[in-house]
């Protein structure tokens, strides 16, 4: 019975430091990012009316929202979709009118990421995506292909983390940070 009992006891102490050595497998992973200006905000500010009959007041903006979708293929690839929404806003003075000028997108693009680290605190990762986007601005309504590249991505954290991505593209040209919840 003494014998019994001692290899219960050591196949439940190996069964417990087996589980807890073993990394959580995540499936999914879902984002939230924000910027607060970029490259086309800035251009788009620079677009003055040259002929003198408007004048302009100073850009405001909300910045750029991403929501991403990944769904992990093998420990190194993840397929998924990237969702973002650009807003930004300024006066535009006529000699008979004070109006909104408004830069306003939504774009939408299937991604795929490259993933090192794979499930450890610290994953780095490049994402490329290539999608369809639909410009709202004031006196255009027109669609565009979208697409983003991110060389560099780090995210920070188990099943919480934070991110920082280095990109250029219609999403954003600059950096993007924001939560993300693996699953």
């Given at each position: 019975m003494k014998r019994i009992l001692t290899v219960l006891s050591i196949f439940g102490i190996s069964m417990i430091l087996a589980?807890?050595?073993?990394a959580q497998e995540y499936k999914y992973d879902?984002?939230?990012g924000w910027f607060p200006a970029d490259l086309f905000t800035l251009?788009?500010?620079m677009g003055e009316d040259t002929s003198g009959e408007a004048s302009y007041g100073p850009m405001?903006?909300?910045g750029i929202f991403s929501a991403d979708f990944d769904f992990k293929m093998k420990k190194w690839l993840s397929v998924g979709a990237k969702v973002n929404y650009r807003n930004s806003w300024r006066d535009k003075?006529?000699?008979?009118?004070k109006d909104i000028d408004r830069m306003q997108a939504l774009?939408?693009?299937?991604?795929?990421?490259?993933t090192t680290g794979f499930d450890s605190r610290f994953r780095y990762y490049a994402m490329f995506g290539l999608g369809a986007g639909i410009d709202l601005s004031t006196d255009s309504?027109?669609?565009?292909?979208?697409?983003?590249?991110t060389p560099v991505g780090i995210?920070?954290?188990?099943?919480?983390?934070?991110?920082?991505?280095?990109?250029?593209?219609?999403?954003?040209?600059?950096y993007m940070t924001g939560i993300s919840w693996r699953f």
């Open positions: 589980h807890t050595s073993v879902a984002k939230l251009i788009y500010m405001k903006t909300a003075i006529t000699a008979d009118s774009s939408v693009m299937p991604t795929v990421k490259f309504t027109s669609h565009f292909t979208a697409f983003q590249f995210a920070v954290g188990k099943k919480v983390s934070w991110f920082l991505e280095l990109g250029l593209g219609y999403a954003y040209t600059g």
